[in-house]
């Protein structure tokens, strides 16, 4: 039996290798820097479970981001009608649509209600992992100031019609 001695060597050019990893990293530290910067909680998930959430989080719901990995989107909501409700109409239009807003009532961590602008995109063409990604933007005090401002103007309707004073038009 004869044995062989040696080895074939190929030299191969992974220059390319170490600039693609390079550059992923500086992708993923973009990514992550843009999610810091945001004024609004972001969220991802999949099967209504929280996988990544930024710190706007705690601005938002009381939550520090690592509290919400894992968990599910029901600690964002009143109740599980809520949960219910917004699962429905979120995958509901999901389907038809890459995105989806709508107003809806959530709730902090100390059990405060709010009212939070909820945009989702569905992750890749379709639905079929649930995976999506949401933003909520804590609307609690301009909805108070535009049922404050209607309120008003009911009020001045109301004092208008009473008075009928010429000079006022409207």
């Not at 044995?3 to 990514?31: H, N, S």
């Not at 008003?152 to 004092?159: C, D, K, M, Y």
Request: glycine share 6%; proline share 3%; hydrophobic share 40%.
């Amino acid at each position: 039996m004869k044995r062989m001695k040696g080895m074939i060597v190929e030299p191969m050019d992974i220059t390319g290798q170490g600039e693609t990893a390079a550059r992923l990293q500086e992708m993923l530290a973009l990514q992550s820097s843009i999610l810091d910067a945001l004024p609004i909680a972001v969220m991802a998930m999949q099967d209504r479970r929280i996988v990544l959430a930024n710190h706007a989080v705690e601005d938002v719901f009381g939550w520090k981001p690592e509290e919400l990995i894992g968990r599910s989107t029901r600690v964002l909501y009143r109740n599980e009608e809520d949960h219910a409700s917004i699962a429905k109409h979120i995958y509901g239009a999901l389907r038809r649509h890459r995105t989806y807003k709508m107003e809806f009532p959530c709730r902090r961590k100390g059990g405060k209600n709010i009212v939070c602008l909820v945009s989702v995109a569905r992750i890749g063409d379709s639905l079929q992992d649930r995976k999506i990604i949401a933003t909520y933007e804590d609307i609690t005090e301009q909805k108070r100031v535009e049922q404050a401002l209607e309120e008003s103007e009911r009020t001045l309707r109301a004092l208008l019609r009473t008075y009928r004073n010429p000079d006022v038009t409207g």
